[in-house]
């Protein structure tokens, strides 16, 4: 049928309030979509997303020393790279060994906000944010999201259909782990800052790993990793302060009640083998410089010494 121009209209595009979709309607873009969800749920892996809360901001450093993480949802994602890792793997540092793994996961937009935006509370609502966390359970690794893409494919029928989650390895520095996921929460068991309270005889009960326990005058709280009745050793992390010495410890899930004798911060017993040495350090250092004389590099200019 040919083309008949009849009455003369003006062709020429006038109406630009639907300019965002002239390269596709909206059913070719939902079509788009589907596919892209199928995509990722044929061939993609099965993670978690763990969403950051920030507690206290420190605005000079743009960062939260004292982050948590308390719940982990699960999602599909598309691992970019099937060859491997990317980044520099295994490297010999002057600090020693530092394995610098990377990933790219891709989510589909409408299954980010079905199974994680329209359930969590994000930093930045409506697409996945940088400093949230990664969990991949086929390799049991923690990932740290650095960047994400929101350009790519570059506006597809005139829309975006993915995020694209830059990642690292998490270094974990003594965040809260209470994600619910046992393998995620055991991070933080296992390399948390952990202090050992030595107890006075005469108390009662057993403490209960994973309970809270608070200082009865203090009312600082810490989570149980251990306890040792025979010895009256509890384990403890995640201290909101410093114990007296003494006061009455108690467990909020036990009820045990025992009285504080001794405990130092500085004796890390985070792991089996401990690396931390800032105990060492501490106690050492006495033996290699003498800091009886008030001023080891002499007195002069000195406000309190008349002699001079």
């Given at each position: ?27 070719e873009?939902k ?72 990933t790219?996961f ?21 697409r996945p ?6 969990w ?12 994400v ?31 619910g ?11 948390a ?15 209960t ?19 040792d009745?025979s ?23 036990s ?39 008030s ?8 406000t309190?010494d008349?002699?001079?």
């Amino acid at each position: 049928m040919a083309f008949q121009n009849t009455p003369a209209s003006d062709f020429v595009f006038s109406d630009h309030t639907n300019l965002l979709k002239a390269n596709g309607s909206a059913q070719e873009q939902k079509f788009m979509e589907n596919l892209v969800v199928e995509s990722i749920e044929i061939y993609g892996q099965d993670i978690y997303y763990v969403p950051r809360t920030i507690v206290n901001r420190d605005t000079a450093f743009g960062e939260d020393s004292d982050s948590q993480f308390d719940s982990a949802r699960a999602i599909r994602a598309y691992v970019n790279n099937v060859e491997g890792w990317e980044g520099q793997g295994e490297l010999l540092s002057k600090f020693g060994v530092r394995v610098e793994d990377k990933t790219t996961f891709i989510f589909s937009r409408e299954k980010f906000k079905e199974k994680v935006d329209d359930l969590e509370t994000l930093n930045v609502e409506g697409r996945p944010n940088e400093g949230d966390l990664i969990w991949f359970p086929t390799t049991k690794h923690l990932f740290e999201i650095k960047f994400v893409e929101a350009e790519k494919p570059f506006y597809q029928l005139g829309k975006g259909y993915v995020w694209e989650c830059q990642c690292e390895l998490f270094e974990y520095s003594d965040e809260d782990l209470d994600t619910g996921i046992a393998e995620i929460d055991a991070i933080e068991t296992a390399f948390a800052n952990a202090i050992t309270v030595n107890f006075a005889a005469g108390g009662t009960g057993d403490f209960t790993i994973g309970e809270i326990v608070a200082g009865g005058s203090s009312n600082v709280t810490a989570e149980v990793k251990a306890w040792d009745s025979s010895n009256r050793q509890l384990q403890v992390f995640n201290r909101s302060g410093i114990f007296t010495i003494p006061e009455t410890v108690t467990g909020q899930t036990s009820g045990a009640a025992w009285t504080s004798a001794s405990y130092n911060t500085l004796n890390n017993v985070n792991t089996e083998s401990s690396v931390d040495q800032n105990y060492d350090f501490e106690t050492l250092d006495d033996d290699i410089i003498d800091f009886t004389e008030s001023n080891p590099f002499g007195s002069i200019g000195s406000t309190t010494d008349t002699t001079i």
